[in-house]
């Protein structure tokens, strides 16, 4: 939520949806939306882009990062409108990711958007390898706020200084060394089942900030003071908390699990019993990862504390849920969870993916939550959590989807620079600042890029919304904001009755490319990994894949397309076209039921694999 004008978005053809406007049919398509969430984070980054990005009116941008200090920072994401790099929302963006793709894995693999998940997880944990270059230094953000903000211009022909900003013992930061931490170490876990080399890197470093968070403790704002004015730290003891609860789990070496445990009264654990989870504020995040471990029935000697942790987690599931004895979340009379002013969707996002992931952990255990004004049920969470989400996607009083490009009426003047102007490749010559903002902040003009899946910053108490380019309050979109989305949309998508959707038909003529997903098919594709090994610095991977007839009827003359397949398959017969198979000779139908199974051999993430044809 930067506290600036930043940068916006531009949709073509205005009269058209301004006439069509959005009615509420059905089900809303959680996949669509998912698929467009993953595209937000590419139109975010900074760096080279890579072969196989999809946002095409992006470009290469921030190239000489860090070089001025002497060290490569190049890479990362962009926080908002803006082209600053903050690393605290970054940091809390790809724990979010990494959450959804540990927790929701099932369900982003039959999706086939693990993937992209991971993808987008990478390109933030590369960049923080990087940025950690000693066991104690972490470089904290690359830009300034204040410069930054005025200009008006794409990244691509950014003029404003990349000046880097470090932590070190001398400058601590422990909020924003913990947060990262604790991403590095949800990301080792989300990557353990097809990068084990990459996984045990990543919690190297993991390791190694949170040691330096803890020893040498400080806000990192007084240490970064450019970023004071944008992410102010209300605290790092939360931060210390968490990274130690991500550690544990991906580790699960008691060490970090008595960390939380005997310092639950001195850092606030057990204390703190919150309305609110953000990238600020990670206690509501600590205490229901904690109370898993409870219901799980691990809490063994810890199980006191523990039961303290989960007495606040369901502090904050019934203040959400309005079931407090008063206490509650504040919301506006369309029913969104209204806790700010600037930027206020980013949050119920962040509460509605954690009501999900609590809902998922009570199921497991037949848990139910114990509110002063009434019991509550794993499904009643669920319903809340969708109940959000729905609102976001235009089950509101505008009847507006606040996702950018999903359904037929959304912003279209978002606040957001590389959205508002042509691009690169149409308009070759460089937008100045001041042009920039002569010419094209100022445009009544939808913007000329459609940013797919930026969750904007919303309407206001009383759920009015005003789609204008200056009212960054409304229509900034975040990382922070996004982030929790793909774990929530994946979740509500796996939801009996969801499996399609007939709210959402695609805007016309979008200008930027995606993967749209299949229709519902047949069949259902079961991933795993059943074995690993290494050749040099490479390691490779065995992955089966069970092909299972969900329907009624035989299928016959199936046809799969493959993509991203590095190495060797066997079990499907190729076809003529390319990256195209069939079943083997020996298997001409699949009865009802029943199944068939093939093998292939790469390195990384899973293969995509989609139906073609059928009968």
Same mark, same amino acid.
């Given at each position: ?9 531009? *949709? @073509?053809?205005?009269a %058209?949806?301004?006439? +069509?406007?959005?009615?509420? =049919? ?5 996949? &669509?939306? $998912?698929d ?8 975010q ?6 072969a ?35 690393? *605290? @929302?970054?940091?809390f %963006?790809?724990?979010? +990711?990494?959450?959804?793709? =540990? ?5 982003? &693999?039959? $999706? ?10 990478k ?15 972490l ?23 990349r ?26 876990l ?5 990068d ?8 190297v ?10 020893r ?9 003071g ?15 908390l968490?990274?130690a ?5 991906a ?17 606030g654990?057990t ?25 799980d029935?691990?809490?063994g ?6 039961q ?25 009379p ?11 969707l ?19 255990a037949?848990?139910v939550?114990?509110c002063p ?7 009643d ?27 037929q ?102 200008s930027?490319?995606?993967?749209k ?9 079961l ?9 040099g ?8 894949v ?21 190495g ?32 292939y ?6 293969a ?8």
């Open positions: 939520m930067v506290r600036l004008p930043s940068s916006y978005s531009i *949709l @073509p053809l205005l %058209s949806l301004l006439a +069509l406007g959005a009615s509420i =049919v059905g089900a809303f398509d959680y996949s &669509v939306a $998912l467009k969430t993953l595209l937000f984070f590419e139109a980054r900074s760096g080279k882009l890579p196989n990005q999809r946002v095409k009116w992006r470009g290469n941008s921030g190239l000489n990062d860090g070089y001025a200090q002497g060290v490569n920072l190049v890479g990362g994401y962009y926080d908002a409108g803006d082209h600053v790099k903050f690393g *605290l @929302p970054m940091a %963006s790809v724990t979010m +990711l990494s959450w959804a793709a =540990v927790d929701f894995r099932q369900e982003l &693999v039959s $999706l086939d958007q693990m993937g992209h998940t991971l993808r987008a997880i390109w933030g944990t590369d960049y923080f390898i990087k940025a950690h270059s000693q066991p104690y230094v470089w904290g953000q690359v830009g300034d706020g204040v410069s930054d903000h005025c200009c008006w211009e794409r990244a691509e022909d950014m003029t404003t200084p000046m880097a900003y470090k932590l070190d013992p001398e400058h601590p930061g422990s909020d924003l060394a913990g947060e990262t931490a604790a991403a590095l170490a949800a990301a080792s989300a990557f353990k089942p097809y084990s080399a990459y996984s045990s890197l990543l919690l470093h993991a390791k190694q900030l949170f040691s330096f968070a803890n040498f403790r400080g806000f990192y704002d007084d240490s970064i450019s970023a004071k004015q944008f992410y102010t730290s209300t605290g790092y003891s939360d931060e210390l968490w990274a609860t991500w550690l544990h789990r580790t699960n070496d008691d060490y970090y699990l008595k960390y939380v445990v005997d310092n639950c009264v001195s850092l654990g204390g703190w019993a919150v309305k609110e989870f953000s990238w600020d504020n990670k206690y509501a995040g600590v205490q229901i990862l904690l109370t898993k471990i409870l219901l029935g691990a809490g000697a810890y199980t006191s504390t523990l303290q942790y989960r007495a606040k987690a369901d502090y904050f599931t019934c203040a959400c849920l309005q079931k407090n004895d008063g206490y509650n979340v504040p919301m506006t369309g029913g969104l969870l209204y806790l700010h002013e600037w930027n206020n980013q949050y119920p996002a962040s509460a509605a993916f954690l009501l999900a992931v609590y809902s998922d952990y009570l199921a497991k037949k848990g939550v114990k004004d009434g019991e509550l049920q794993p499904q969470l669920l319903n809340f959590a969708k109940s959000q989400a729905d609102y976001i996607l235009g089950k509101n009083p505008k009847s507006l989807s606040y996702l950018v490009g999903y359904g009426n959304y912003p279209v003047h978002v606040h957001h620079r590389g959205a508002s102007i042509t691009p690169i490749t149409l308009l070759k010559s460089a937008v100045g600042c001041v042009e920039g903002f002569e010419t094209w902040y100022k445009r009544p003009e939808a913007n000329p890029n459609v940013i797919h899946g930026a969750l904007v910053g919303g309407p206001n108490a009383n759920d009015e919304f005003i789609d204008d380019r200056s009212n960054y309050e409304q229509t900034e979109p975040t990382l922070t904001g996004t982030a929790p989305l793909v774990g929530l949309f994946s979740k509500l998508h796996s939801l009996p009755g969801n499996s399609t959707g007939s709210y959402n038909q695609e805007s016309q003529k979008p930027i490319p995606y993967h997903p299949q229709a519902r098919v047949p069949v259902e594709f991933h795993s990994i059943t074995n690993t090994w290494a050749v610095k490479e390691t490779y991977y065995r992955h089966k069970i092909i299972k007839n969900v329907s009624e009827k035989p299928i016959r003359e199936l046809k799969l397309h493959i993509e991203n397949l590095t060797s398959l066997w079990g499907l017969s190729p076809t003529q076209e390319k990256n195209t198979y069939e079943l083997p000779e020996w298997l001409k139908v699949l009865e009802p039921g029943s199944d068939c199974s093939f093998v051999i790469q390195g990384g993430a899973q995509k694999i989609l139906v073609q044809g059928y009968h």
